[in-house]
């Protein structure tokens, strides 16, 4: 417990900082926008970007891991969709609700708790469960917002709108160009790497700041809201690793290695990635910003309870 408590505290330090300064009156209710704002359109696309130039594809074919990963990352997506949780809700929010039940905090806690517990020979497969979370998993989800979100009603100009949204949209357009530069075979140069590296290390502290900032918000939730939040944190940290646990050993017959990282990747909490959508898309954040909160208090107990039985 206490290695996965080294982990997880600095999560709670940054939401806690946000939580703080808010009280404090160092930051106001406006710094919540701002501070997303920076997030979504330099950090977070500089990050995911960064993450695709520097990916070799020789050394993360592994269509195992990323099938089992992809395939229960699907399932835990999906859940929110079939079981109705607060009344007809609109796509865009069905949509939240899914990242939510299927955003792990790969990118913020994968690598160093996977390093405690299995060592370096996992990295490229920790790196595998980013890219699906970011760029797949993400992307999915921005899609169904944006289609969600059009009040078009005919099909072929929808899909004119839709397309028109998502190339605009940095979160996408970033990994994919870092995915061109990546088949190219060319390299960042130094400065611009740096630069890259920089601008995307805010990404994660800045949207854990602001999401404490908007825990400091006075707001009231709902019956049907405390009951989504229970359900979310549910599918995130039992459902979606057992699937993963499942799929990996008895479907793809991985490696014990494989399988364990796998799982480990898949238990983790909530990542700030649906709170950011939820507060560019002006969607409701308040289950969104409870669900990153509870699960990753809860997970403390949930991975070490892993970690205990895989050794």
Same mark, same amino acid.
């Given at each position: 417990m206490l290695s996965t408590l080294v982990v997880v505290l600095p999560v709670f330090a940054l939401i806690f900082s946000g939580w703080g300064a808010f009280k404090l009156k160092i930051l106001g209710e406006h710094a919540i926008a701002e501070l997303n704002r920076f997030v979504v359109y330099l950090a977070l696309p500089a990050l995911l970007f960064d993450i695709m130039a520097n990916t070799e594809g020789s050394e993360l074919w592994q269509p195992g891991f990323i099938a089992a990963y992809l395939l229960s990352s699907v399932i835990a997506f999906t859940l929110p969709f079939v079981i109705r949780l607060r009344g007809r809700l609109p796509l865009a929010d069905k949509a939240l609700d899914g990242l939510n039940a299927a955003y792990s905090n790969t990118g913020y806690m994968g690598i160093p708790l996977s390093l405690v517990a299995f060592g370096p020979a996992v990295l490229p497969a920790t790196t595998l469960s980013i890219i699906i979370t970011v760029c797949i998993t993400f992307a999915a989800a921005i899609i169904l917002i944006e289609t969600g979100m059009q009040t078009e009603k005919k099909p072929l100009r929808l899909v004119g709108k839709v397309s028109?949204?998502?190339?605009?949209n &940095?979160?996408?357009?970033?990994?994919?160009?870092?995915?061109?530069?990546? !088949?190219?075979?060319?390299?960042?140069?130094?400065p611009i790497e740096t630069f890259l590296k920089m601008l995307g290390g805010a990404a994660s502290p800045c949207?854990?700041?602001?999401?404490?900032? !908007?825990?400091?918000? &006075?707001?009231?939730?709902?019956r049907d809201s405390l009951n989504a939040i229970s359900f979310?944190? !549910?599918?995130?940290?039992?459902?979606?690793?057992?699937?993963?646990?499942?799929?990996?050993?008895?479907? !793809?017959?991985?490696?014990?290695?494989?399988?364990?990282?796998?799982?480990?990747?898949?238990?983790?909490?909530a990542g700030t990635g649906p709170f950011m959508l939820a507060e560019h898309y002006r969607r409701e954040a308040a289950v969104t910003s409870n669900v990153i909160l509870y699960s990753t208090v809860l997970s403390v107990l949930t991975l070490s309870a892993f970690l205990a039985f895989v050794r």
């Amino acid at each position: 417990m206490l290695s996965t408590l080294v982990v997880v505290l600095p999560v709670f330090a940054l939401i806690f900082s946000g939580w703080g300064a808010f009280k404090l009156k160092i930051l106001g209710e406006h710094a919540i926008a701002e501070l997303n704002r920076f997030v979504v359109y330099l950090a977070l696309p500089a990050l995911l970007f960064d993450i695709m130039a520097n990916t070799e594809g020789s050394e993360l074919w592994q269509p195992g891991f990323i099938a089992a990963y992809l395939l229960s990352s699907v399932i835990a997506f999906t859940l929110p969709f079939v079981i109705r949780l607060r009344g007809r809700l609109p796509l865009a929010d069905k949509a939240l609700d899914g990242l939510n039940a299927a955003y792990s905090n790969t990118g913020y806690m994968g690598i160093p708790l996977s390093l405690v517990a299995f060592g370096p020979a996992v990295l490229p497969a920790t790196t595998l469960s980013i890219i699906i979370t970011v760029c797949i998993t993400f992307a999915a989800a921005i899609i169904l917002i944006e289609t969600g979100m059009q009040t078009e009603k005919k099909p072929l100009r929808l899909v004119g709108k839709v397309s028109a949204s998502l190339i605009r949209n &940095p979160l996408l357009v970033a990994p994919a160009l870092g995915a061109i530069l990546a !088949f190219s075979g060319w390299s960042i140069p130094g400065p611009i790497e740096t630069f890259l590296k920089m601008l995307g290390g805010a990404a994660s502290p800045c949207a854990l700041v602001t999401l404490g900032l !908007f825990l400091a918000l &006075p707001r009231k939730l709902e019956r049907d809201s405390l009951n989504a939040i229970s359900f979310l944190v !549910f599918v995130k940290l039992i459902v979606h690793p057992l699937a993963t646990w499942l799929l990996a050993v008895y479907v !793809f017959r991985l490696p014990p290695l494989l399988a364990e990282s796998a799982t480990l990747l898949a238990a983790l909490p909530a990542g700030t990635g649906p709170f950011m959508l939820a507060e560019h898309y002006r969607r409701e954040a308040a289950v969104t910003s409870n669900v990153i909160l509870y699960s990753t208090v809860l997970s403390v107990l949930t991975l070490s309870a892993f970690l205990a039985f895989v050794r």
